[in-house]
């Protein structure tokens, strides 16, 4: 069973930057693809990102594109997702996901049903 943790999260003002990481246990996390996802109060758990477990394939939601960037380092078996220009829309607890298919359709990518392993999340607060 693979074990994610997600860091990095914090209260940051509107504009900033800040970088989350995942790290994940095991030693195939080469074999899944990781996606991060995010859920603000009362809302449902929304697509944020994804990338290949090679890393050559990402993903962005619209909201995020131009934004926020996703990474991984196998080495260190971790994912980042770097934002930047944050909004205070993009308050939510963030969750990393992994995926061990090794296809997806574009839209089957933004489905939390596709991810067989979720982290507990860490909350990002962007003030105004």
């Known amino acids: 069973q693979v074990q994610l943790i997600e860091s990095g999260g914090g209260l940051v003002q509107a504009g900033a930057s800040l970088r989350l990481s995942c790290a994940a246990s095991?030693?195939?996390?080469?074999?899944?693809?990781m996606g991060w996802f995010r859920q603000a109060p009362g809302k449902e758990r929304e697509f944020v990102s994804r990338i290949s477990r090679n890393g050559g394939i990402t993903y962005y939601a619209d909201s995020v594109k131009g934004r926020f960037t996703i990474s991984r380092d196998n080495a260190k078996n971790t994912v980042y997702l770097q934002m930047n220009s944050l909004k205070s829309e993009d308050t939510a607890v963030y969750y990393c996901?992994?995926?061990?298919?090794?296809?997806?359709?574009?839209?089957?990518?933004?489905?939390?049903?596709?991810?067989?392993?979720w982290g507990q999340g860490t909350q990002v607060t962007v003030s105004s």
């Open positions: 095991g030693r195939t996390f080469s074999s899944y693809a």
């Open positions: 996901g992994a995926d061990s298919s090794s296809m997806r359709l574009k839209s089957g990518v933004r489905d939390a049903s596709a991810y067989d392993y």
